[in-house]
């Protein structure tokens, strides 16, 4: 069964406090993508890792690829108001490249 | 500018009315998915084409079809609402290349059925 699971899948943070989230799957994805979505909008593309090992940032959030491709998470310093919404991520896998798995993903809220 | 497009962005329907959700691309990208998405889940893969191929989920009920008339446009038929089928509806598209697979996600349509 190819299946992502992310943790926490709630979580509620001050403004100015750091949180990770972690997406982690038994099986090996040949890339990963990590999605932002805000309430009643689609989801928007924030990065994509390829390479186990990988570590990408974009401002203050951090993401890094598992070295074994099965596992990533994303770090986020100094959360902001802004950055509350749900957070997704999806892997494609080799031996389906047309189609991605999505984890359950993390809603995330960030209080001012 | 926004590359993928939904319309409209909310559609009400009647119980069993047919209705109709549009997407547009302006990526030129072979592949166009739709997804369910219901309150805090994940978005749900119902279909996908693959340039004209039509990939069917296996769960997908019948109630749901898809078309592709050319590479820009896709549209999502319900062909007879239920109250289960509210939701939200997205549109995406990829250009499927090796082994990545970057899916570009248009804004959604908020589907009511009363």
């Known amino acids: 069964t190819q299946l992502l699971e992310q943790s926490p899948q709630f979580l509620s943070i001050q403004e100015g406090e750091n949180l990770t989230v972690y997406c982690n799957s038994s099986?090996?994805?040949?890339?990963l993508q990590w999605y932002r979505q805000e309430p009643g909008e689609g989801p928007v593309l924030l990065v994509t890792v390829v390479t186990g090992g990988e570590v990408k940032k974009l401002k203050r959030l951090t993401f890094q690829f598992g070295d074994a491709r099965k596992d990533s998470s994303l770090h986020i310093t100094a959360a902001q108001p802004g950055d509350t919404g749900l957070y997704l991520c999806a892997g494609a896998m080799k031996t389906s490249y047309d189609k991605v798995i999505f984890g359950p993903g993390t809603s995330l809220s960030v209080i001012p | 500018d926004a590359m993928v497009i939904q319309n409209p962005r909310y559609q009400v329907t009647q119980f069993g009315k047919p209705v109709t959700l549009s997407c547009s691309q302006t990526?030129?990208?072979?592949?166009m998915y739709w997804y369910q998405q219901k309150s805090s889940q994940a978005p749900k893969l119902l279909f996908h084409y693959y340039d004209k191929d039509f990939n069917n989920e296996a769960d997908t009920p019948d109630n749901f079809q898809s078309r592709r008339p050319n590479t820009s446009f896709c549209f999502l038929d319900i062909r007879s609402p239920g109250l289960g089928d509210a939701a939200m509806y997205l549109c995406?598209?990829?250009?499927?290349?090796?082994?990545?697979?970057?899916?570009?996600f248009g804004a959604g349509t908020r589907l009511s059925v009363l």
């Open positions: 990526l030129n990208h072979n592949v």
């Open positions: 099986s090996v994805f040949s890339s």
């Open positions: 995406a598209t990829s250009f499927s290349l090796g082994s990545k697979n970057i899916q570009y």
